[in-house]
């Protein structure tokens, strides 16, 4: 059985229990599980930090008593945690050996019952303290179902399961009805975007592309924010707290300052960290993580204290961050031709101006022909924003556009220049799945033109759209049966 995913009506009364794992799941459950199992045995790989910690605040006990308002006693309860934790970092950091010694101590103390030697085995990790998070154990209960007689600690490795229980590497048996894991978990592959593929710009995201900014965005990845709370030393939740006013001040200078996207822009030249701070598992086993500078603000902190003022004074314009004035779009969520989960394409400033010339030289071709249409010597006194109609457009000279380039229905529903040119760059930009640049426009002035381009594309093997687009998709942007048909759909 697997901690995650519940025990559920597994019955543990009066059974021999094996807990595989030495982490907070496994510290939380042993104690618990020896209350009804006939015994419990936790089988480690390798000791853990195991603390002491009261579940009841006491200090937060003697304000609440005094009458202090219940505001203030959180105040001061919060900060009370925050400056210890700070204190502690500090000694990890400065002294590792004596705060070793000084938790080892402790841990010693409320285990008399065990000899050195199985203790030094069970209890003394071979890393220094923050190197891997550590583990506390509310009142000390883990401490005392360990020195009563229905749970054990073994420190070995597994060789192989048998029928009645498991067999260790250095030859002995354990003997089982049950058996729960709690090993840990996995970390997104790749980290933040998990098993999402997210384009930007057309380019497929790699985390170890892009370096951390603050802990909070990516480089180069616009208006894209997460949340990665505290590893260590406090709860997870206060740094959790500090990304979240970060990103209420950004959007704040953005809406002051007409910014509608904002976009850390990485540096090539930035010195990366040369290892990570915490040497777990879960993150050793990561093979795709974004990359960590050795300075702020590509090195996220982790300490409260630092972090207020970094997070929450540091002008929001550092020299880092970019602002621009335009709309950032992002495609719905879709599945691609290999069924992938496709988050769509970003498209930053940059990109964006590959769009505004292809909507430029569209409004060329429209204006070209409408002029031809309604046989005037100059388009500019027609005014691309109001209705063709009112320019002397008739139903004559709409049933010809229709019959040599659009259906019906785009001209019905994009009546102005304006929006018809914006509709046929838009359009196309989506059936090829890729920012068109005014060349397609030039090559390719007309509707039929476009499709027997896109038909051509769809037929090359190595085209990333290859296969990807179905008739659904050319119905919704008002392509016709007939040119449908001519990408052989």
């Known amino acids: 059985e697997n901690p995650k995913d519940g025990l559920g009506p597994v019955e543990v009364k009066d059974q021999n229990v094996i807990l595989i794992g030495s982490g907070a799941t496994a510290v939380t459950m042993l104690p618990n599980l020896s209350k009804e199992a006939s015994h419990v045995t936790m089988l480690q790989r390798s000791p853990t930090y195991i603390v002491t910690e009261p579940s009841e605040d006491a200090f937060a006990t003697k ?18 945690s925050i400056i210890g934790a700070g204190i502690m970092r500090f000694v990890a950091k400065t002294f590792p050996g004596y705060q070793r010694k000084a938790l080892l101590s402790k841990a010693r103390m ?36 360990v020195n009563g007689d229905t749970a054990t600690i073994v420190t070995d490795h597994i060789e192989t399961f048998t029928p009645n229980g498991i067999k260790l590497k250095s030859g002995k048996h354990l003997q089982a009805d049950l058996v729960v894991t709690a090993t840990g978990f996995n970390m997104q592959a790749n980290f933040p975007m998990s098993n999402a593929v997210v384009r930007i710009d057309g380019k497929q995201y790699t985390a170890s592309d892009h370096m951390s900014y603050k802990g909070i965005m990516l480089s180069d990845v616009p208006n894209f924010f997460h949340v990665l709370g505290n590893l260590k030393y406090v709860s997870w939740t206060l740094r959790a707290d500090l990304c ?24 090539p030249a930035a010195p990366l960290a040369r290892e990570r701070e915490m040497t777990s598992g879960y993150l050793n086993r990561v093979m795709n993580w974004t990359k960590t500078g050795a300075n702020e603000p590509w090195l996220a902190k982790f300490d409260h204290l630092q972090e207020s003022r970094s997070l929450l ?11 621009h004035p335009t709309v950032v779009e992002i495609a719905p969520t879709s599945k691609n031709s290999q069924g992938e989960m496709v988050s769509g394409i970003v498209k930053t400033s940059e990109s964006r101006v590959e769009d505004e010339n292809a909507t430029a030289h569209a409004t060329n071709e429209v204006m070209a022909t409408i002029k031809e249409l309604l046989r005037i010597e100059d388009i500019a006194e027609v005014d691309p924003i109001k209705p063709l109609m009112d320019a002397g457009f008739d139903s004559l000279a709409a049933t010809r556009l229709v019959r040599s380039q659009l259906s019906p229905v785009v001209l019905s529903n994009h009546p102005t220049i304006d929006a018809l040119a914006t509709h046929l760059a838009q359009t196309f930009s989506v059936l090829l799945d ?19 381009h896109i038909t051509e594309l769809m037929s090359d093997p190595e085209w990333p759209g290859s296969g990807s687009m179905s008739p659904k998709v050319l119905f919704e942007h008002d392509v016709d049966h007939a040119s449908a048909a001519k990408c052989g759909l």
């Open 244 to 267: 979240s006013k970060f990103v209420c001040r950004l959007i704040n200078h953005m809406d002051k300052n007409g910014s509608t996207s904002c976009v850390p822009k990485g540096d």
């Open 434 to 452: 890729v920012e068109l640049s005014s060349k397609y426009f030039f090559d390719h002035p007309t509707v039929d033109a476009l499709v027997a």
């Open 313 to 323: 004074e540091v002008p929001e314009d550092d020299g880092i961050m970019k602002f």
């Open 110 to 145: 409320a285990l008399p019952s065990m000899s050195d030697e199985e203790f030094e085995l069970n209890f003394a990790p071979d890393y220094d303290v923050w190197n891997q998070r550590l583990c506390t154990t509310p009142d000390g209960d883990f401490f005392k179902a």
């Open 63 to 80: 304000l609440s008593r005094s009458g202090s308002p219940d505001s203030v006693v959180h105040i001061l309860s919060r900060w009370k």
